[in-house]
């Protein structure tokens, strides 16, 4: 065992240092971490102190060349112009990140050491790097938004907005709070309808590779064992066999017509023209479109409402929420609402007008505008639409599991039928 002593914060914020025994820094970290400290500097003493401390700045020298490699990677990857894509992890570290910068700085923590801190707690090797990238620029005095901006693929336009708005009203930490409780409501609602939609495209994908295997390795077997006795085959055992024939022999040119669709679609979807066509199109779906819509109106709201909370000017925050709404026609709506309102008019007008939101959006606006309470009439019809995202989930799995057993069994019926119906022919001959 080695001792150690270490310096951090308490659950209150307030400075605490000590002494522990422990197998490692990481483990001594890591009980304090349970014990409910935040731990920013951990040093060996007693004997051997010297040869550890000399191990330690190799390591970290050599965690300096990493990080170096790794920045100039990502740095490289930007210059090149790669499209940066915010990943379902990455989106964990920020939320992470976020709220634990905020309940820092709410604390009376400075920035850097508040980022200091945070490093020291980043399990991700990926983020810490990132995180040790944006300390050094802002201790440098780059302003804190210009230093998040340079990971893109961590932190978005709504992202630096909010800060650089926070970080100009001295609410930085305010705005982050703000920023974190946004993000975990909409992974609230982005997980509770991908669970909606998992469990109907794994039944389906399950009942499909069923009817595979019995198409065309159960099917073939018993036909063919029942040609041999030279009886005329019933009708939908016929069709049966054709199909299963048809698998079988045509497996590939199958594979081909899917792997070909799916190209020609990526290359249809990846044009403006082709996405708004088929955007419009989902729009109109019936449920689904509806369970879209809602989506993007409640994702919409509730960034606009924290946008224009946080200081961000309304012109700047329609171009914010372009970003989220993740549907090229209201997309391209928001966009003809903000060159509306760039030319003198009101917000409540245009969304009226485009036909594509719901009157009672506009309605609500307008009385927000009326009212000078617009973000909280926003967080309002946010709220609404998140309520009613639930409500057409539910209704979405209710009526979809339902009608996807009944296809498969009437399709995995059709099969028992067509493979029993010849076997009971030929024992009533017997």
């Known amino acids: 065992m080695v001792i150690y002593e270490w310096k951090g914060f308490d659950k209150n914020g307030g400075k605490a240092s000590g002494v522990i025994d422990s197998d490692s820094a990481r483990e001594a970290r890591?009980?304090?971490?349970?014990?409910?400290?935040?731990?920013?500097?951990?040093?060996?003493?007693?004997?051997?102190?010297?040869?550890?401390?000399?191990?330690?700045?190799?390591?970290?020298?050599?965690?300096?060349?990493?990080?170096?490699?790794?920045?100039?990677?990502?740095?490289?990857?930007?210059?090149?112009?790669?499209?940066?894509?915010?990943?379902?992890?990455?989106?964990?570290?920020?939320?992470?990140?976020?709220?634990?910068?905020?309940?820092?700085?709410?604390?009376?923590?400075?920035?850097?050491e508040a980022l200091r801190a945070i490093i020291e707690q980043t399990q991700r090797k990926r983020f810490n790097m990132v995180t040790r990238d944006i300390r050094e620029r802002i201790s440098q005095g780059e302003p804190t938004a210009d230093a998040l901006s340079n990971h893109p693929e961590y932190f978005d336009d709504l992202y630096v907005s909010?800060?650089?708005?926070?970080?100009?009203?001295?609410?930085?930490?305010?705005?982050?709070?703000?920023?974190?409780?946004?993000?975990?409501?909409?992974?609230?609602?982005?997980?509770?309808?991908?669970?909606?939609?998992?469990?109907?495209?794994?039944?389906?994908?399950?009942?499909?590779?069923?009817?595979?295997?019995?198409?065309?390795?159960?099917?073939?077997?018993?036909?063919?064992?029942?040609?041999?006795?030279?009886?005329?085959?019933?009708?939908?055992?016929?069709?049966?066999?054709n199909t299963s024939d048809y698998l079988v022999e045509w497996w590939w040119a199958f594979l081909l017509i899917f792997i070909f669709s799916g190209l020609v679609f990526n290359l249809i979807y990846s044009s403006q023209k082709g996405r708004l066509g088929i955007d419009s199109k989902l729009l109109k779906l019936p449920l689904f479109g509806d369970l879209i819509t809602k989506q993007a109106l409640s994702r919409f709201a509730q960034t606009f409402a924290t946008l224009l909370r946080s200081g961000v000017p309304v012109v700047r925050c329609l171009e914010v929420t372009e970003t989220v709404l993740g549907n090229r026609l209201l997309e391209k709506t928001v966009q003809d609402v903000r060159a509306k309102i760039l030319e003198g008019a009101d917000i409540a007008g245009p969304i009226k007008a485009s036909g594509v939101f719901p009157p009672l959006m506009g309605y609500m606006i307008a009385v927000g505008e009326q009212s000078g309470e617009l973000d909280t009439m926003m967080l309002q019809v946010g709220e609404a639409y998140e309520e009613e995202v639930e409500i057409s989930t539910q209704k979405f799995t209710s009526l979809v599991e339902p009608i996807l057993i009944v296809f498969l069994a009437v399709l995995v019926g059709f099969i028992v039928l067509s493979i029993l119906w010849p076997v009971l022919q030929l024992s009533q001959s017997f």
């Open 30 to 112: 890591a009980k304090l971490k349970r014990q409910g400290y935040m731990v920013t500097e951990t040093t060996e003493t007693g004997p051997g102190a010297r040869k550890a401390n000399r191990k330690a700045q190799r390591k970290a020298k050599s965690e300096s060349k990493l990080q170096a490699k790794l920045l100039k990677t990502l740095e490289s990857a930007r210059g090149k112009g790669d499209a940066q894509r915010i990943t379902k992890r990455n989106l964990e570290d920020v939320g992470t990140f976020t709220r634990q910068l905020a309940t820092l700085l709410k604390a009376g923590i400075p920035l850097t």
């Open 162 to 241: 909010m800060v650089r708005s926070g970080e100009a009203a001295g609410r930085l930490d305010e705005v982050l709070e703000r920023l974190a409780g946004f993000m975990q409501g909409q992974a609230r609602v982005r997980n509770k309808v991908a669970a909606a939609m998992a469990y109907p495209i794994i039944m389906l994908c399950i009942g499909v590779l069923v009817v595979a295997a019995l198409l065309v390795l159960v099917v073939p077997k018993i036909t063919t064992m029942l040609e041999a006795r030279g009886e005329l085959l019933p009708l939908p055992t016929r069709i049966l066999q």
